[in-house]
């Protein structure tokens, strides 16, 4: 596992299945550490980004179910990330905390999904506008996640579109979710109030 400023802060939340605000809490109180950076799957904009463990990190604050000092949430992320497939961390004496057990596979999903964002996932300005899509089709992530939000299986959109990988599919709806649409709706969005 590398330690390079890969993921945004929402995909963190996301995948560590943890609120945005354990995330940002964190950034604020300088527990951890920000990057600038971009990735094909980001397009050319410079974004916020956080290191793989940043994932254990809020999967274990979110899971651990206690207020722990600025300094304790320190001690976390130091022994996370010297160890962070270790089963305990030791942020105290005579205190450990069994990483492992608060956090499960959040840090294959996150290799997983990290591997199939930067596979498969493009923003380029000269396919619709820059929208993020699927490589090769002009399938948009959101047109995606609409599709599963709306209650259609994974497997019938395979099914229409046999030549996409579940991979493909399953980073397009993380990536949706996490780097949502900006600006103004389009269409009738109050027509789904009704």
């Not at 939340?13 to 951890?32: D, H, P, T, Y």
């Not at 179910?65 to 022994?79: N, T």
């Amino acid at each position: 596992m590398t330690a390079a400023a890969v993921l945004t802060p929402s995909e963190v939340a996301e995948l560590a299945g943890a609120s945005i605000r354990v995330v940002e809490k964190a950034i604020e109180e300088r527990v951890l550490s920000v990057r600038f950076g971009s990735s094909p799957a980001m397009g050319r904009r410079s974004r916020r980004m956080l290191p793989v463990y940043s994932v254990v990190y809020a999967a274990t604050i979110a899971g651990l179910g206690l207020k722990l000092s600025i300094a304790h949430k320190r001690e976390l992320v130091r022994g996370i990330a010297r160890r962070p497939r270790g089963k305990r961390v030791k942020v105290a004496p005579a205190v450990e905390i069994d990483v492992g057990q608060l956090v499960g596979d959040a840090l294959e999903r996150t290799e997983k999904y990290r591997a199939a964002r930067d596979a498969f996932i493009v923003v380029d300005d000269e396919i619709k506008g820059g929208t993020p899509v699927i490589r090769g089709t002009r399938m948009t992530v959101y047109s995606v996640l609409g599709r599963v939000t709306h209650g259609e299986p994974i497997d019938d959109i395979l099914g229409d579109n046999p030549d996409l990988s579940r991979a493909a599919l399953e980073a397009a709806v993380v990536y949706a979710r996490t780097h949502p649409m900006v600006g103004r709706p389009g269409g009738r969005p109050w027509a789904d109030a009704l």
